[in-house]
């Protein structure tokens, strides 16, 4: 089945966002209240045939990754792991992100309560997106679990043959569950302990760098202009 794994992945890649979009753009059409609707059966029968399909699709990633595993191949647990971290990052980005958000502003809106009672019509808000926090987690950790899974496989062939200590393992397990500190942390697990993805490296530097120096820059043409 290795040898089809290319296919396998972009396909994955493909349905998780073509799934992504189907959903919200529905939740648009309920929110919106428009006149034109995707019938409901629609929506249903979509939404088992991407259950079926991603129950399949990893079924055979965890198949290879338990033989990449047993034949200790690196190569093929550390570039499937960073196929997925790169095209998966915009949905791990908001799927962790707003988690942190929405428990910050939980936070805030107590404090506000307290202080200013008149803040407590915001209350079914505020329940509303706690009740979709569970949700929205579930779903990402859905999603990433071919790279969750990857790391795991990485970490313990490193474990294995380069002497790595279970603490340093530990953090590292700690590390990855971090929106973008993963994505370093693997790199800098890829560089030091295999010698691979020194070029990788490089480029997600630069293209870090210039988004820094790209955001910067709009921030101070948008100061100097007003």
Known sequence: MKKFQPVLDIFYIILIYAWLCFNIIVLHQILSESDVSIPTVIVVVNNILFIVVYVILIRVQIINI???????????????????????????????????FICLGGVGAFFLVVLIPFVIITWPFIIGMWILLPVLLVCTTVIELPCFILTICILDITRKQKKMTFERSSMHFILQLIPIIDLIDGLHISTKYWNKGRMLARITFICIAVSILIGILIELFFRFVK
């Open 66 to 100: 338990l033989e990449a595993i047993k034949t200790e191949d690196i190569d093929y647990c550390l570039n499937n792991y960073f196929f997925y971290k790169y095209t998966l990052m915009p949905i791990m980005l908001i799927g962790r992100g707003l988690p942190v």
